[in-house]
């Protein structure tokens, strides 16, 4: 942004969304504008830059804006408790965006790594990240119990003789935990939430 005016910068902006498919224009404009100003940090990919030709966009750059448009989860998505969440552990967009991504409106992982060896550390992340990715959309920090078991079994961390013991024993992370009900979400407490942000950083 250094000596460039913000008429010039927009102006730049303008043009090199031009490239782009018209009913992403107004979406790429944002985004575009926002890299220039510095607002906003790219995750996967660098941001798309004008080319130093002719100022717009080459086709490789103009893919990797739609791309962006597709699969990023913006700040302003977010509900309000999570971004709260994000805001008192010194977390931003860019960590959710490390481990999920949008596609047909819909959130999925990006992490296929727990980054752990145990199977009941392993079990535990999985209902802590489940907990984050509904918490992206109802800010609400909880996870079905039997979803979890699922994805245990799909991670190949599924310890079926101590599963619902393995969240007996790390009931100070769920709130107002005493048994394993497999019909009624698990909330996560206030240590539930640090431990989260703690395995944010860690995957992301």
Not at 105 to 123: A, N, R, V
Request: glycine share 8%; net charge negative.
């Amino acid at each position: 942004m250094a000596g460039s005016s913000l008429k010039e910068i927009v102006a730049e902006v303008v043009q090199a969304v031009e490239a782009c498919p018209e009913a992403l224009q107004e979406k790429a404009f944002e985004m575009l504008l926002e890299y220039r100003l510095g607002l906003r940090t790219p995750v996967r990919r660098p941001p798309a830059q004008a080319s130093p030709q002719d100022g717009g966009l080459t086709e490789e750059e103009a893919d990797d804006v739609i791309d962006e448009v597709d699969d990023d989860i913006q700040q302003k998505d977010l509900h309000a408790k999570t971004r709260k969440f994000l805001e008192d552990f010194g977390l931003g967009i860019g960590d959710i965006n490390a481990l999920f991504y949008v596609e047909d409106g819909e959130i999925k992982p990006l992490y296929d790594d727990l980054k752990s060896t145990g199977m009941s550390e392993s079990q535990i992340r999985l209902g802590l990240l489940e907990a984050l990715e509904n918490a992206l959309e109802t800010g609400e920090f909880e996870f079905s119990g039997e979803s979890v078991r699922d994805k245990a079994k799909a991670y190949k961390c599924y310890d079926s003789p101590n599963f619902t013991r393995n969240f007996r024993n790390n009931k100070n992370l769920f709130d107002g935990f005493e048994s394993y009900d497999a019909t009624q979400p698990i909330k996560l407490s206030t240590e539930g939430k640090a431990e989260l942000a703690r395995v944010i950083t860690q995957l992301g």
